[in-house]
């Protein structure tokens, strides 16, 4: 039974192989390489890596997992359309927990908890955003700095089931982050985050749950052509 097991994975060479071409491709789409709505052809992708359609395939099944690809019925694959409803969808699931999870922290966080906000702040706030040499978007350093200080809010809620929930549905909206960066580059971020984080060491719950659904709000506004206010 163990040789039939051996036998049955994939060697390590193939292995490493695909990681490869995944990342590659996960980048590109994050970078902008392929633009919203642009199609992933396995056969261009192949011949640009060097590598087999099997590879590439296998490398667009996980992206369209994470949700920064569709696959389409006869028609291959695709990065999505910033105007895809699923944005929007994903951002009202996002107003419907993150505050909640959010007045669940500030009630249970302790001072430690304090100290970890103040210091993701702090990271994000000093952390270049852009860098025209790497992206036409945010920067990957920036992103996880980013993703740290949302999350830091949070985990003062002492509750994993929720705190792997906002996970998930970061991951999820990664594209929209940036496009919408991206397409609104006169918002004043590094301002939302300073009244998140004033209001959440205040312990206000009210107003930090109200900036927090401002901030979700205005990212996903910027996908519809909306004027990026808040409604």
Same mark, same amino acid.
């Given at each position: 039974?163990?040789?039939?097991?051996?036998?049955?994975?994939?060697?390590?060479?193939?292995?490493?192989?695909?990681?490869?071409?995944?990342?590659?491709?996960?980048?590109?789409?994050?970078?902008?390489?392929?633009?919203?709505?642009?199609?992933?052809?396995?056969?261009?992708?192949?011949?640009?890596?060097?590598?087999?359609? =099997?590879?590439?395939?296998? @490398?667009?099944? !996980?992206?369209?997992? $994470? #949700?920064?690809?569709? /696959?389409?019925?006869?028609?291959? +694959?695709?990065?999505?359309?910033?105007?895809?409803?699923?944005?929007?969808?994903?951002?009202?699931?996002?107003?419907?927990?993150?505050?909640?999870?959010?007045?669940?922290?500030?009630?249970?966080?302790?001072?430690?908890?304090?100290?970890?906000?103040?210091?993701?702040?702090?990271?994000?706030?000093?952390?270049?955003?852009?860098?025209?040499?790497?992206?036409?978007?945010?920067?990957?350093?920036? =992103?996880?700095?980013?993703? @740290?200080?949302? !999350?830091?809010?949070? $985990? #003062?809620?002492?509750? /994993?089931?929720?705190?792997?929930? +906002?996970?998930?549905?970061?991951?999820?909206?990664?594209?929209?982050?940036?496009?919408?960066?991206?397409?609104?580059?006169?918002?004043?971020?590094?301002?939302?985050?300073?009244?998140?984080?004033?209001?959440?060491?205040?312990?206000?719950?009210?107003?930090?749950?109200?900036?927090?659904?401002?901030?979700?709000?205005?990212?996903?506004?910027?996908?519809?052509?909306?004027?990026?206010?808040?409604?």
């Amino acid at each position: 039974m163990n040789q039939t097991a051996h036998s049955s994975a994939p060697p390590p060479a193939k292995q490493m192989l695909s990681e490869q071409v995944y990342a590659h491709l996960r980048d590109a789409i994050m970078r902008g390489d392929h633009p919203p709505g642009a199609p992933l052809k396995p056969q261009d992708l192949a011949k640009e890596q060097g590598v087999s359609l =099997a590879v590439v395939r296998e @490398a667009l099944v !996980r992206v369209v997992g $994470e #949700g920064l690809a569709d /696959r389409l019925p006869n028609r291959g +694959f695709a990065v999505p359309s910033f105007s895809d409803r699923r944005w929007q969808e994903i951002a009202e699931a996002r107003r419907t927990v993150e505050p909640v999870v959010l007045c669940m922290s500030i009630e249970r966080g302790d001072i430690d908890w304090e100290a970890r906000v103040r210091a993701a702040h702090h990271r994000l706030v000093r952390t270049p955003a852009f860098a025209p040499e790497e992206s036409e978007y945010y920067t990957g350093a920036w =992103a996880e700095a980013h993703r @740290a200080f949302h !999350r830091t809010l949070l $985990e #003062g809620c002492g509750n /994993r089931a929720l705190l792997e929930t +906002f996970d998930r549905l970061w991951t999820q909206s990664e594209l929209a982050r940036r496009w919408s960066a991206h397409r609104n580059p006169d918002r004043d971020g590094a301002k939302e985050h300073r009244r998140l984080e004033e209001a959440v060491l205040a312990r206000d719950a009210d107003t930090a749950a109200a900036v927090l659904v401002q901030h979700l709000t205005l990212t996903a506004a910027a996908l519809t052509g909306d004027s990026g206010q808040a409604t």
